[in-house]
T-cell receptor, first 113, second 109 residues
């Protein structure tokens, strides 16, 4: 089975721009979660989607948004980028029971200049 | 506030020198305790899931155990390729994982 894929793998943006990241889950997985990883804060939960519905959201500003499509693929968007948004953005998929194992993709490395 | 704390922050071992990593949690409603391994520049790789106190799981040189408030990852006779950051995470009923900051393990040949 193919793993979780994320595109693009690397991005460089400037402050004020917006960015869209994409995630394709493992085949058959209907839950997709997004996390931000930085050296200082570690892995922090952004949001989780199941069947195109957001079921939970972390403590991030409204500039961070996401969506899920009918084929379970997901995108996250960050508008008005700030320097502090530089991070590794990780997507994880699971089979969607309340607490099943989440499998992570390789991440998208975002650098904001 | 739900918290997951890992110790030590960093651990340096000689090849073959066994040790343990600790993950303690102050959470309500534990539904799963997860261990991951992360290599630099890569996403976390799943290792184990533990659901109830007393449960143990093994994979090669790694063994994970769970009590009511802690989990341990025991590494027996480690090799240099075991060098990585080991992350533990708590899963509740709210569809998210709460991660600790990780333990950076270095195994010298």
């Amino acid at each position: 089975k193919a793993g979780v894929t994320q595109t693009p793998r690397y991005l460089i943006k400037t402050r004020g721009q917006q960015v869209t990241l994409s995630c394709s889950p493992i085949s058959g997985h209907r839950s997709v979660s997004w996390y931000q990883q930085t050296p200082g804060q570690g892995l922090q939960f952004l949001f989780e989607y199941f069947s195109e519905t957001q079921r939970n959201k972390g403590n991030f500003p409204g500039r961070f948004s996401g969506r899920q499509f009918s084929n379970s693929r997901s995108e996250m968007n960050v508008s008005t980028l700030e320097l502090g948004d530089s991070a590794l953005y990780l997507c994880a998929s699971s089979s969607a029971a309340i607490q099943e194992t989440q499998y992570f993709g390789p991440g998208t490395r975002l650098l904001v200049l | 506030e739900d918290q997951v704390t890992q110790s030590p922050e960093a651990l340096r071992l000689q090849e073959g020198e066994s040790s343990s990593l600790n993950c303690s949690y102050t959470v309500s409603g534990l539904r799963g305790l997860f261990w991951y391994r992360q290599d630099p520049g890569k996403g976390p790789e799943f290792l184990f899931t533990l659901y109830s106190a007393g449960e143990e799981k093994e994979k090669e040189r790694l063994k994970a155990t769970l009590t009511k408030k802690e989990s341990f990852l025991h590494i027996t006779a480690p090799k240099p390729e075991d060098s990585a950051t080991y992350l533990c995470a708590w899963g509740g009923s709210n569809y998210k994982l709460t991660f600790g900051k990780g333990t950076l393990l270095t195994v010298n040949p």
